[in-house]
């Protein structure tokens, strides 16, 4: 069974340079998606690693140390609870040919 550590990212960064800022840190090892979104936070950053400890390499070591990103908030999630199957989550997007 593969143990995925999972961590929920809210980064403040210069307005000027969010698509860029967003594609750094999209780039970074460890980070599944990043979202510009609407509200108090410009981007949303997940992380997802295989050892608890990679999570502070990430996010402390990488995210936070790309030009730009002005802050961060991190939210380690303890269980995830969903309707879709972490595998499609996974996939490449192609329907099943049932």
Do not use: W
Request: glycine share 6%; with cysteine.
């Amino acid at each position: 069974m593969l143990i995925v550590n999972t961590a929920i990212v809210l980064i403040d960064c210069a307005t000027d340079s969010i698509p860029e800022v967003a594609q750094a840190i999209a780039d970074i090892d460890g980070v599944s998606e990043v979202y510009s979104v609407t509200g108090q936070v410009d981007l949303i950053a997940v992380v997802r690693v295989r050892r608890f400890e990679d999570i502070a390499t990430v996010i402390t070591g990488q995210i936070s140390k790309v030009p730009g990103v002005l802050n961060t908030d991190s939210h380690v999630a303890f269980s995830v609870f969903s309707r879709h199957d972490l595998d499609a989550a996974f996939s490449l997007g192609f329907p099943d040919a049932d």
